[in-house]
């Protein structure tokens, strides 16, 4: 048992490059050549001895490799990856997640009539005459604080104070200018 095991190691780096040359990827070819080991190995009181043991597991290297693509070819939900396809990979979502949650510890920031006039006109799309009425406030207030609320957001956001959800009442208010 243990020469035939010793055979079956010896043809690891033919039954390698016949694998690499067949996929054209070395990360396939060494896992069909290892499930022809296994296989080989498992089954080797199968083996003649005195037959060609190369044969042999190149038989049964091939065989697999046969067996893999048919299953390939029935599977519906096989798509093969490759580097060539960029279109597949998935763009990093984590830059745009700490923006909005920047953005949202920065609207917390605001005095709470420039977070209004803001999350009217932002969020809820309305115009200056609307905000002006939902808020019974001149509509050059509105876009007063609208500009500072921006810029306060702005400002906010580019030096990370957002970011830093620790700040006290005092740190707040030398940070953003109130308005009336």
Do not use: C
């Amino acid at each position: 048992m243990q020469e035939t095991e010793h055979l079956i190691a010896e043809q690891i780096p033919k039954l390698r490059r016949y694998a690499r040359a067949l996929l054209g990827d070395p990360i396939r070819a060494d896992d069909l050549v290892q499930e022809a080991l296994v296989r080989g190995l498992s089954r080797s009181h199968l083996w003649q001895p005195g037959t060609d043991i190369r044969a042999w597991m190149f038989t049964i290297l091939h065989n697999l490799h046969v067996n893999n693509q048919r299953q390939r070819r029935h599977r519906e939900d096989y798509q093969e990856l490759n580097d060539a396809r960029p279109e597949m990979a998935t763009p990093p979502t984590q830059e745009h997640t700490l923006q909005v949650r920047d953005l949202a510890r920065g609207l917390q920031l605001l005095p709470d009539a420039q977070r209004q006039v803001v999350l009217l006109v932002g969020l809820e799309g309305m115009n200056y005459k609307q905000v002006a009425a939902v808020l019974d406030i001149p509509i050059g207030t509105v876009m007063s604080r609208l500009h500072r609320g921006r810029e306060a957001l702005r400002r906010l956001m580019s030096e990370g104070a957002a970011s830093n959800g620790s700040e006290d009442a005092s740190d707040r208010d030398s940070k953003v200018r109130t308005v009336p």
